[in-house]
């Protein structure tokens, strides 16, 4: 009985003592800077495929370091080199037809400006032809009018002039006339010539643009890094299809690490951008390392659905992201570090994202 006694009491002193530890450590926590845990994070990038092709090669494997532009896959481009073959050879017939078209709309031109230059000198002649017709005729209604004091062959000569360069002076007309329906063909000529230049120009630039189009799908079958980082995840084997949108690499850059942790809402006025924190993690005890505030969540995490209370308030909690000042693969994603906000002895400088 009395041993029981003992024990009883030896187990109440050791549970007052936990709790008595465990509210010193809550109300050491309370009173010291605000914080809370997180879980380290590197800006991870996925590489997809526009191309529906199979893996040929991969140069790299998961896990490999590798620098921005690095090949990670190639694809099969069998089909996308065929494209830009055919689209290559449309460009070069558009060209010559191009060529072509224009040394038609030149000559056309050269033919308009000729037929032309014959119609205005037709009209110069008609008109040379109609005064000499008309000094004829007056000629002849003078010497008709002198009666016997001419001859009568003078009068017939002077009658045979004018009828002459009447006659003249119709096939002149007449000519004109032809010369005028050559010019307006020939016009017309000249204005189809210069709409099919501009439309085999315009087929040019289709054509070009189909070249870029090709030379895009080609340079597809190598799909690269967009970033330096490190090789997280290689989705697809050789030999496996790639499909258009699918994720064939993941990339995770850790230069810059991030974590996020959640504040509540009595210590949210602590956190704002640029604030300056200190970063711990598990697995360097002795080590810290120096952190900014990124962003603060402008709306709690976890919202209770009505707010009147100040355990309801003391419910809500907002997250909080920190870039952290730290070498390269040093702190790698996933590892658990604590964060505790707080100055430092550099003024605090909003950070910029990268």
Not at 137 to 145: E, G, H, S, V
Not at 229 to 251: I, K, N, Q, Y
Not at 302 to 328: C, G, H, K, M
Request: charged share 20%; glycine share 6%; with cysteine.
């Amino acid at each position: 009985m009395r041993r029981a006694v003992v024990l009883f009491v030896v187990l109440v002193v050791a549970l007052a003592t936990l709790l008595g530890v465990r509210i010193l450590k809550e109300r050491r926590a309370a009173e010291g800077p605000p914080g809370g845990s997180g879980v380290v994070e590197g800006t991870a990038v996925d590489v997809r495929s526009r191309l529906n092709a199979r893996v040929l090669t991969r140069p790299v494997e998961e896990g490999a370091r590798v620098q921005k532009d690095a090949v990670l896959v190639t694809l099969d481009c069998t089909e996308p080199e065929a494209g830009l073959s055919e689209a290559t050879a449309r460009l070069a017939v558009a060209q010559a037809q191009a060529a072509s078209a224009q040394a038609q709309a030149v000559a056309a031109g050269r033919t308009s400006e000729a037929v032309a230059a014959q119609a205005e000198g037709s009209a110069s002649q008609i008109a040379s032809l109609a005064d000499q017709h008309g000094l004829a005729q007056r000629q002849a209604d003078r010497l008709k009018q002198m009666g016997e004091a001419t001859t009568e062959a003078s009068l017939d000569q002077a009658r045979a002039q004018a009828e002459s360069l009447a006659q003249q002076l119709a096939a002149a007309r007449h000519a004109s006339t032809a010369a005028s329906r050559q010019a307006r063909a020939a016009t017309e000529q000249q204005n189809a010539s210069l709409q099919a230049a501009e439309a085999a120009l315009r087929g040019i630039q289709a054509a070009e643009a189909a070249v870029r189009r090709a030379q895009v799908s080609v340079s597809e079958c190598e799909l690269r890094a967009p970033i330096s980082g490190t090789v997280e995840t290689l989705a697809l084997e050789v030999g496996e299809l790639a499909l258009p949108g699918g994720v064939v690499a993941r990339l995770v850059d850790t230069h810059r690490p991030k974590a996020t942790f959640y504040l509540p809402n009595a210590e949210l006025a602590a956190a704002k951008p640029g604030q300056a924190a200190t970063v711990r993690a598990d697995a360097y005890p002795d080590r810290t390392f120096q952190a900014r505030v990124v962003t603060v969540a402008r709306e709690a995490a976890f919202t209770p659905r009505n707010v009147q209370t100040r355990s309801d308030r003391d419910r809500l909690v907002y997250p909080v992201e920190v870039r952290i000042d730290a070498p390269e693969d040093v702190l790698l994603p996933g590892m658990p570090v604590d964060i505790t906000l707080g100055p430092v002895n550099e003024p605090a400088v909003a950070e910029q994202h990268p």
